[in-house]
Nanobody, 119 residues
Framework: QVQLVESGGGLVQPGGSLRLSCATS????????MGWYRQALGTQREMVAT???????DYADSVKGRFTISRDNAKHTIDLQMNSLKSEDTAVYYC?????????????WGQGTQVTVSS
């Protein structure tokens, strides 16, 4: 079973920074696009940032210029550097990976890590 484990969430003041990490383990032949999603209380889960195996990135308009996603293909990890955090960034952040396994593609999610931006 593929597992995605997030770390790095916490409480930070507005304007501060946090770095999230996601590690992938388990049986797979290839990991395609990986990304970060978030879900605030009472809202739907939304895409924050994604990155392909080749390093092509995509960001939600609300985080462009403040967040940076990066990837280590050898270690099967992704990070999300979050700067200039705002209260509206408060949410549970989830790691996602499209994994090639047993000749098919599967979508896997981490358990989520809470990010709270508050003074």
């Amino acid at each position: 079973q593929v597992q995605l484990v997030e770390s790095g969430g916490g409480l930070v003041q507005p304007g501060g920074s946090l770095r999230l990490s996601c590690a992938t383990s388990g049986p797979f032949s290839r990991i395609n696009t990986m990304g970060w999603y978030r879900q605030a209380l009472g809202t739907q889960r939304e895409m924050v940032a994604t990155i392909t195996t080749g390093g092509i990135t995509d960001y939600a308009d609300s985080v462009k210029g403040r967040f940076t996603i990066s990837r280590d293909n050898a270690k099967h990890t992704i990070d999300l550097q979050m700067n200039s955090l705002k209260s509206e960034d408060t949410a549970v952040y989830y790691c996602n990976a499209e994994v090639a396994q047993y000749g098919d593609l599967f979508d896997y999610w981490g358990q989520g890590t809470q990010v709270t931006v508050s003074s």
